[in-house]
Nanobody
Framework: QVQLVESGGGLVQAGGSVRLSCAAS????????MGWYRQAPGKQRELVAT???????SYADSVQGRFTISRDNAKNTVYLQMNSLKPEDTAVYYC????????WGQGTQVTVSS
């Protein structure tokens, strides 16, 4: 079955960096666009970044220039490198793949202290 397992979250000070990982299984990873999303308390889930099978990337305006999405097809893993973190980046971060349905990981908490 499809599984997405995020890891790498934690508590970090403003201005710091964190790298999130999402290990995928149960589908042909190399041909699928992968996405990172986040949900802050009391807010709707929002798109952070996507990466296509060919490596093309897109970012939300709020993270452009600070976050980098990448993938390692040999490891079936997608990453989110988060730099210059701000308190407003505090959220649960999820990875997602769209197959016949949308699949989501369990999420990983990132808390940025000021």
């Amino acid at each position: 079955q499809v599984q997405l397992v995020e890891s790498g979250g934690g508590l970090v000070q403003a201005g710091g960096s964190v790298r999130l990982s999402c290990a995928a299984s149960g589908f042909i990873f190399t041909i699928k666009t992968m996405g990172w999303y986040r949900q802050a308390p009391g807010k709707q889930r929002e798109l952070v970044a996507t990466i296509t099978s060919g490596g093309s990337t897109s970012y939300a305006d709020s993270v452009q220039g600070r976050f980098t999405i990448s993938r390692d097809n040999a490891k079936n893993t997608v990453y989110l490198q988060m730099n210059s973190l701000k308190p407003e980046d505090t959220a649960v971060y999820y990875c997602r793949v769209r197959l016949a349905y949308d699949y989501w990981g369990q999420g990983t908490q990132v808390t940025v202290s000021s």
